[in-house]
């Protein structure tokens, strides 16, 4: 069985250019999440969906964040226009169902804005 | 608000020497732990978890306890390898929320030397 996937592995952009980062989840798996750390720093929530539906999106940080997971199967997340504080490590992980507390992570994608 | 503080690294230790690391937690009702790993080069694997006070997770050798009235999921192993050198997270996740969101520490950086 195939793990959760992210594309790009790295990525480096000047400031106000945008990016797009890719997640496949594992196979059948309607939860999907993005996180970040940044820095160093803890790993945040970004958001959460069910299958292609949002469930929270709490922890996006602006609007120039846009995830978006078409059919309920992979997912995007696009920074536009990319700040600097937005350099840091972006994982994505997916999990089966509802109170399933294991979550499967990829190995992220990590984002440098210079 | 949710808290998750763990002891900072980076822990460097000989092969075989006892490994602790310290994890405290700030939350509303009863919270499930666990510790997540990142292996170099790779996504972050669950490690163990508890979901209750006083329930002891394990694995590969790892162990931790869920302290209620210390609030605390410190993580432990006897004798580590040098394939145990990895950045450790604790996290946390509400019960109340079945969605499983989670709530990451710092993380702690772990070099064993042979």
């Known amino acids: 069985e195939a793990g959760v996937t992210q594309f790009p592995s790295h990525s480096v952009i000047e400031k106000g250019q945008t990016v797009t980062l890719r997640c496949d989840p594992i196979?059948?798996?309607?939860?999907l999440y993005w996180y970040r750390r940044v820095m160093g720093k803890e790993i945040k929530f970004l958001l959460h969906f069910v299958k292609e539906s949002k469930q929270d999106e709490s922890g996006m940080p602006n609007n120039r964040f846009l995830a978006e997971r078409t059919g309920g199967t992979y997912s995007t997340l696009k920074v536009q226009p990319a700040e600097l504080e937005d350099s840091g490590v972006y994982f994505c992980a997916s999990s089966a169902g509802r109170g399933s507390y294991e979550q499967y992570f990829g190995p992220g994608t990590r984002l440098t804005v210079t | 608000g949710n808290s998750v503080t763990q002891m900072e690294g980076p822990v460097t230790l000989s092969e075989e020497a006892f490994l602790t690391i310290n994890c405290t937690y700030t939350?509303?009702?009863?919270?499930?732990l666990f510790w997540y790993v990142q292996y170099p080069g790779e996504g972050l694997q669950l490690l163990l978890k508890a979901t209750k006070a006083d329930d002891k997770g394990s694995n590969k050798g790892f162990e931790a306890t869920y302290r209620k009235e210390t609030t605390s999921f410190h993580l432990e192993k006897g004798s580590v390898q040098v394939s145990d050198s990895a950045v450790y997270f604790c996290?946390?996740?509400?019960?109340?929320?079945?969605?499983?969101?989670?709530?990451f520490g710092a993380g702690t950086q772990v070099v064993v030397t042979p």
């Open positions: 939350a509303t009702g009863y919270p499930s």
């Open positions: 196979s059948g798996h309607d939860n």
């Open positions: 996290a946390l996740s509400k019960t109340t929320d079945s969605w499983g969101k989670l709530q």
